[in-house]
């Protein structure tokens, strides 16, 4: 079963706007992964936050992680047309692979 | 783009063949993992390998298998394929310290379908 899940499945917006996805998940985690995939491509690393971290930037994006609520956002500021892809949370809970668990996606359309 | 690369591309095969999928880690990078993503779905955790030895196992049967090499380049083999088989298999490099998994960087992926 998927411990991260994507909340919304899917979300269009207009260039410019921005874009805020949630991830919530159930157990504890040593950190959370947001991964960018672009039409059944590979995945992009975009950010890791920490269980210790409760905000990080880079670039025009904003990851939150609220470890009491177990839940996560990622916001994308002035969305641009090349960030249509589906987005992924991916938790880290502990030291074996089998802890690394992708939660369904949310499918972004920036629309021009 | 990543240091990772994956071959074939694309493959097709029958129900009951095996199929045996290549994955070049990263330089300086000692794990790989492997996953499985059906459409629509996020990628499904196959096993990891770190080191040549098997360090973690998803819910997936034995008939799906793997090896890594002293170059850290990495095989997934799939035995008595099934139609649900069909999915983008991805494998992912990462400096690893005994199975931890940090940053992951993923290969474009090779899209079997089974037939």
């Known amino acids: 079963s998927q411990q991260g899940e994507e909340d919304p499945q899917a979300l269009s917006i207009q260039e410019g706007e921005n874009a805020t996805m949630n991830c919530s998940y159930k157990?504890?985690?040593?950190?959370l992964q947001w991964y960018r995939q672009n039409s059944g491509r590979g995945l992009v690393h975009l950010i890791l936050i920490r269980s210790n971290e409760r905000e990080k930037h880079s670039g025009r994006l904003r990851v939150t992680l609220d470890t009491s609520k177990k839940s996560s956002s990622l916001l994308i500021t002035a969305s641009r047309a090349a960030d249509t892809a589906s987005y992924f949370c991916a938790t880290d809970g502990g030291d074996y692979g089998q802890n690394f668990v992708f939660g369904p996606g949310t499918r972004l359309s920036a629309l021009p | 783009e990543t240091g990772v690369t994956q071959s074939p591309t694309h493959l097709i095969k029958t129900r009951g063949q095996q199929v045996t999928l290549r994955c070049s880690s990263q330089?300086?990078?000692?794990?790989v993992s492997w996953y499985q993503q059906a459409l629509g779905q996020g990628p499904q955790f196959i096993f990891q390998?770190?080191?040549?030895?098997?360090?973690g196992r998803g819910n997936f049967p034995p008939r799906f298998s793997g090896l890594q090499f002293p170059n850290y380049s990495s095989e997934l083999n799939v035995n008595a394929l099934e139609l649900d088989d069909s999915a983008l298999y991805l494998c992912?490099?990462?400096?690893?310290?005994?199975?931890?998994?940090?940053?992951?960087?993923f290969g474009p992926g090779t899209r079997l379908t089974v037939l």
């Open positions: 390998y770190y080191r040549e030895e098997e360090n």
């Open positions: 330089s300086g990078h000692n794990t």
């Open positions: 157990t504890s985690i040593n950190n």
């Open positions: 992912a490099s990462s400096r690893g310290a005994g199975g931890r998994i940090d940053t992951q960087y």
